[in-house]
């Protein structure tokens, strides 16, 4: 199961922080990544992390958003760095997880930037 939080209303430039908790099985996780879907648009990947820490991004949010995970907690983080958001980056986020070749879709968390 992957609960995602962290989404709401932040002015262009400012800054949020996404988390992502797994329970269930997570040992068997391989690859955890978050995607985000803007109203009228296809989903797309945002970021991925594997278990061996290598990273990959989108090319519009590379240098702006940082992809991280905890392992001792289970949670995976996109930290929207501060000064770096812009109205495009509005969306639902979705937080994601490879397992066994499956993969699971937390419920998403809604990213608004406006002024």
């Known amino acids: 199961q992957l609960q995602a939080s962290g989404g709401g209303l932040v002015q262009p430039g400012g800054s949020l922080r996404l988390s992502c908790a797994a329970s269930?099985?997570?040992?068997?996780?391989?690859?955890m990544g978050w995607y985000r879907q803007a109203p009228g648009k296809q989903r797309e990947l945002v970021a991925a992390?594997?278990?061996?820490?290598?990273?990959?991004?989108a090319d519009s949010v590379k240098g702006r958003f940082t992809i991280s995970r905890d392992d001792a907690k289970n949670t995976l983080y996109l930290q929207m760095n501060s000064h770096s958001l812009k109205p495009e980056d509005t969306a639902v986020y979705y937080c994601?997880?490879?397992?066994?070749?499956?993969?699971?879709w937390g419920q998403g968390t809604l990213v608004t930037v406006s002024s």
């Open positions: 992390i594997n278990r061996g820490g290598s990273t990959n991004y």
């Open positions: 269930g099985n997570v040992f068997s996780i391989t690859r």
């Open positions: 994601i997880a490879v397992s066994s070749g499956l993969v699971y």
